[in-house]
């Protein structure tokens, strides 16, 4: 039954042209990917800062994979919570001038995590149209009230802001919109 049901969606996405399938990547090399056995540049990275082409961070990690392994094979709270961690926690609110800080494994986890977790059922929050899905998925999962402003409009913003009680409501944005590659527009 549900796998009539699995095959009929995949046909019918692909007839209607919608079935997507990854490209496959052959290999890096600077900032170029290959792909059909040719260079390409990539534009679709999230690499922003270049830190993944570092011939630096890449002997870090080599030397990391040596000393930890590939996995810490348990979750923080258990027995994953190793020391080299903790100290780049450490060094990065430091650095940035925060009283502590928490890296996850990627901006999705970050982004359901940390909106599950600091807003509730009773809250408002008031997000930017075009946030990854990503955060989305985090506000329903906190339950949260939550209504969307049209893409960097403040004056919208502060139409949404107003018809809630001061001190009532979080905003959410990007300051840089990742789907889009929009700044975030605070002056409006």
């Keep these: 039954m549900f796998t009539e049901r699995y095959q ?3 046909i019918n996405q692909k007839q209607a042209g919608l079935y997507r ?3 496959e990547v052959e290999g890096k090399e600077g900032k170029f990917l290959v792909y059909n056995g040719r260079p390409v540049l990539n534009f679709a990275s999230n690499d922003y800062l270049g ?6 961070i890449r002997l870090l990690v080599s030397e990391n994979f040596r000393r930890y392994g590939a996995s810490s094979s348990s979750s923080r709270l258990v027995s994953g919570n190793y020391t080299i961690i903790n100290q780049a926690e450490r060094a990065y609110a430091d650095f940035f001038g925060y009283e502590d800080a928490l890296f996850f494994p990627s901006g999705y986890q970050a982004n359901l995590g940390v909106l599950s977790t ?3 059922k009773g809250d408002t929050i008031i997000f930017d149209k075009h ?4 955060s989305v998925k985090g506000m ?3 339950q949260a009230q939550f209504h969307g402003y ?3 409009n403040m004056d919208h913003l502060r139409k949404r802001l107003e018809k809630t009680e001061p001190g009532g409501a979080a905003v959410l944005a990007e300051s840089l919109f990742s789907m889009d590659g929009d700044i975030l527009d605070v002056d409006g």
């Design 8 to 10: 009929n969606k995949l």
């Design 21 to 23: 399938t990854p490209p």
């Design 51 to 56: 830190l993944g082409n570092s011939e630096e």
């Design 118 to 120: 600091l807003f509730e």
């Design 131 to 134: 946030i990854h899905a990503s």
């Design 140 to 142: 329903l999962l906190s």
């Design 150 to 152: 049209k893409h960097n």
